[in-house]
């Protein structure tokens, strides 16, 4: 089974826009053993539509268009598959009602150019635009399948998700359950991940193991294909099982739309643990960090950003002459910060960054070495020296990942 | 003249990272008035490649091949280019010298895998490498160009910049010089930009009229070619003149490599300003943004985040009376907030952000209600009231954005 994805937008060609849809689409087809061995991006243009749409019809089973069904002149591609079928364009009902009560509530003139949002080539599944006005399609024509889907990643994502994904699965694999189970990772970079995994990735098959990388962070993917739910759950168990056992240290948790500071954020929680926060390096961005979980307001109250040795020594009442013994890059100083925090917020966790980001050195340590101070509960304050890599924000950002997986450990070990 | 471009590489295919070379070399073409109809993305495959560079010799002057360039038996890129020529692949021997010195520096053992790095199809001209060890190269066979270069962003940005643009505009430009200005925006969405600019976009021939959508902001680039540099100079100061004219307000600074942020920290270092905060929704996001500018100690000492009432209270010593009175999301709290963290820092100004993230409304005002406060040197105090739309994050992006761009008027207006 091959597919083939067409990307239809001349914003793309002009590099105004990154194509993310093409690479989630990729994701979801991985997950379900459809192969994809082209991507197409081709602009506005109908003639070089039906090209790259012929071309795909020789060498794949399906084919996967993306983008132009706004209403504008230049969106053509429902029009230009519903030609290549031999079909008119029909209106979806629904999806008319939609776009008629979204205008009326905007008080907004309709043209007659947004039925087009409707509309899907005669004969086609229609799939819901659950944000947006434009409906997708999937269409056959002599076993070729054809699936027509809006270009917004808002839009996108949840039709793939909620429509596409199910769709695909029932037609081309309708006897299995197709189930993937994401597990993140923080501290054990792509290549030793790659190594520790080897042999499991080199034999997988059923589940398949898809490594993804993002910026300070591995996750893998799994996916099982079994007859039942259950047998397909229990293929995720052990492959899951034999991945813990190699590099379960740098697990933090499970899903797509997760995060370290989520994860943090909920333990904390669910603990009912406060956190406050003096950073010097990283000036504000670990608690800004934390803010951007929902809810945060359970168990952060606030803190400091104390970036000059001044506003260390005055912010957190630590005295200037013990500051300029220690050294602001020192475990000293990141463990004074700590404790002053915590105390000064009357917090069950304080935690402290004091380092250098960079690009100049700073008491004659190099740009990345940072120290993190944590001074968790009623346990002795300790503070933990790192050398980071890479520019000054990448320093910055890996110290506020660092930090949260330190108190993860933390919280971790007194549950245990 | 048509070009098109290859991008190489199974992970894009599985959807395990996003191609962004394709964007910026896209943008590269547009400036240099070379026409780009199609990308295609294909796996590291050397047959399902050489059709790919079939198609494109039938139908463009010049094919780009990004990627597959590295020392694994995976990367194939450049053997399959010199077959399709019909030339052998040669060593470059400044390349092999680079790569003996880094295995060398490195400690590392060399495999024979790693001179391929070092070849280009014999006859092409070198392009050097000055990040990674896998040089790239020009061809050219029939009168049409083959570009072959390295797929990791951070290679591949500079060759291009460095050395495949100028390579490009004196081929295919010998007569002509290439300049391009680009002008950033905020405040101003894409549509009204569009609205405010329609007649210029539409005619646009020489300056070209680029706009560029980012998370928060505008840019447009402007292209303009000439005999000489001087006119080319000449036509983009007039095309920037009429843009300004309309929509000068919103103007903020220069180049593709700047920010809002940027701007503000030279403006305040260049004027001997100093800067603090009080942040609650923002937790910390406005002094993190200050402080990932290289430099922004001069300017910058600390701050505070106040996420909670008590800790608005307790750190910026406002009544707990006064702020359950006004109301956290309050033009008077943020009045009292940038004006106390102003007097605690001893700072020339003081900014303060409060209001509702959301998801959640807090004391009846709905998600993205947010008080920005501004204490400006000896002026009196000020508060700004916005209504971000958004997720949770949009609006605390979109209030520490709101705030950059408050602290660059006061200082403008200042200046004049």
Chains 1, 2 share one sequence.
Do not use: C
Not at 316 to 327: K, N, S
Not at 346 to 373: K, M, Q
């Amino acid at each position: 089974m091959q597919a083939e994805i067409i990307a239809v937008g001349t914003e793309m060609l002009l590099g105004q826009i990154v194509d993310t849809n093409g690479p989630f689409m990729a994701r979801q087809l991985a997950d379900l053993g459809i192969n994809l061995y082209t991507e197409t991006i081709v602009g506005d243009n109908p003639e070089r539509l039906e090209e790259a749409i012929q071309l795909a019809d020789s060498r794949s089973q399906l084919t996967i268009l993306i983008g132009g069904l706004g209403p504008t002149k230049d969106d053509l591609t429902k029009q230009t598959v519903a030609k290549h079928l031999g079909v008119d364009l029909m209106l979806d009902e629904t999806a008319m009602k939609q776009i008629a009560a979204h205008f009326k509530q905007a008080q907004r003139e309709m043209t007659p150019n947004n039925w087009v949002q409707a509309q899907v080539p005669a004969g086609a599944t229609v799939l819901p635009n659950t944000i947006g006005l434009a409906v997708g399609g999937f269409s056959e024509k002599n076993g070729h399948g054809y699936l027509i889907l809006p270009g917004p990643p808002r839009e996108f994502e949840p039709m793939v998700t909620q429509f596409v994904r199910p769709l695909l699965a029932k037609t081309y694999h309708p006897d299995e359950e197709i189930i993937s189970r994401v597990l993140r990772f923080y501290g054990i970079g792509e290549s030793r991940l790659a190594t520790e995994l080897a042999d499991l990735i080199d034999q997988q098959q059923n589940p398949t193991i898809a490594p993804y990388i993002k910026a300070d962070e591995v996750t893998l993917r799994l996916t099982a294909r079994a007859h039942t739910d259950a047998e397909a759950k229990k293929l995720l168990d052990q492959t899951e099982q034999q991945i813990q056992a190699r590099i379960g240290q740098y697990f933090y948790g499970y899903g797509d739309d997760n995060s370290l500071a989520q994860v943090v954020v909920t333990a904390l929680k669910a603990q009912h643990v406060s956190i406050t926060a003096a950073e010097s390096l990283t000036a504000g961005l670990f608690q800004a960090t934390i803010g951007s979980i929902p809810g945060a307001s359970e168990i952060f109250n606030g803190g400091f950003v104390t970036y000059a040795l001044a506003a260390k020594a005055s912010l957190l009442d630590i005295p200037t002459a013990q500051l300029e013994h220690d050294g602001v890059v020192s475990a000293e100083t990141a463990i004074a910060m700590a404790r002053q925090s915590k105390a000064k917020m009357n917090s069950d966790i304080g935690i402290s960054f004091t380092g250098v980001a960079g690009p100049d050195e700073l008491e004659g340590h190099p740009a990345g070495t940072v120290y993190i101070g944590l001074a968790f509960k009623n346990q002795e304050p300790v503070a933990q020296l790192y050398h980071f890599s890479g520019g000054r924000n990448d320093v910055r950002r890996r110290s506020v990942m660092s930090g949260l997986s330190l108190i993860l450990r933390a919280l971790q070990a007194e549950n245990k």
